[in-house]
C-alpha cells in the first residue's frame, strides 16, 4: 500500500473529482457548427466575440451553442444539424438547405467564437433574441444567456427581461454593429461587466 504525504496541499495530486475540465474537446465539436444559416440565404447575419474569463482572459476551450428563430420567428423543429452516415456513422455536415436554429462553436485559441444564422424574428412581447448556452472550463454548470440586435431599440424597452434590468447590466445582452450584417457579443463569465446570465426554474 503507497503512503501518501498529504501535510501540504501542493504534494497532493488532482484526482478526477478535483478536476473541472475542459473535457469539451473529445466528441461534441463538430465541422460547420457555427454554419446555421443556409448558404446564399438572404436574412444571414454573423455574430461573433470572445469568451473572457474572470480576469478578462480569453478561454482557448469554451463552448458556445445558439438556439434562435427564423426570421418569421418561429422556432423551427426540423432535424438535421448534426447528420451521420448511417452505414459509417461519420459526419456528413449539414444539408445546406433546412434551417434548423441551433449550432455548437467551440472557441479558437484566443477565445474566438462566431456563427453564421438567420436573423431572428420576434416572438410574443420579446424582443427578437438568440439564446446562448455556455460550457467553459471551471464552469459545473453551464450559463445560459441571450444575444439581442442592436437595431431593435424600440422592442428592447417592452421586452420582459431587458426592461427589468439596470441599464448598464442590459447593455451586456445587446450585440454590437459592426456593419455589414456582423455583429459582436462578447461573453464575460465574471467580473467588470459581466454578462447576465438567466436562471430557468
Not at 69 to 76: I, K, N, Q
Not at 86 to 94: A, D, E, K
Not at 153 to 159: I, P, Y
Request: glycine share 14%; proline share 9%.
Amino acid at each position: 500500500m503507497t503512503k501518501i504525504d498529504t501535510s501540504s496541499p501542493e504534494r497532493v495530486l488532482p484526482t478526477p473529482s478535483h478536476t473541472v475540465g475542459p473535457f469539451y474537446g473529445y466528441a461534441l465539436p463538430f465541422p460547420g457548427g457555427g454554419d446555421i444559416a443556409p448558404v446564399g440565404h438572404p436574412d444571414t447575419i454573423t455574430v461573433q466575440g470572445h469568451v473572457y474569463d474572470g480576469e478578462g482572459r480569453p478561454l482557448p476551450d469554451a463552448f458556445v451553442e445558439l438556439w434562435g428563430p427564423g426570421p418569421d420567428g418561429r422556432v423551427p423543429a426540423v432535424d438535421g444539424s448534426i447528420r451521420r452516415d448511417p452505414s459509417t456513422g461519420g459526419y456528413l455536415g449539414r444539408n445546406g438547405v433546412e434551417f434548423t436554429g441551433w449550432g455548437r462553436i467551440q472557441t479558437d485559441a484566443n477565445g474566438h467564437w462566431y456563427a453564421r444564422t438567420l436573423r431572428p424574428g420576434a416572438r410574443g412581447r420579446s424582443a427578437p433574441y438568440l439564446s446562448v448556452c455556455v460550457f467553459a472550463r471551471g464552469l459545473l454548470v453551464h450559463l445560459f444567456t441571450r444575444i439581442y440586435l442592436p437595431e431593435d431599440t424600440a422592442a428592447h424597452a417592452t421586452d420582459p427581461l431587458l426592461s427589468g434590468l439596470d441599464p448598464a447590466r442590459r447593455d451586456t445582452l445587446i450585440a454590437t454593429d459592426d456593419g455589414t450584417g456582423t455583429y459582436r457579443f462578447d461573453i464575460r463569465l465574471q467580473g467588470e461587466g459581466e454578462t447576465v446570465f438567466l436562471e430557468f426554474q
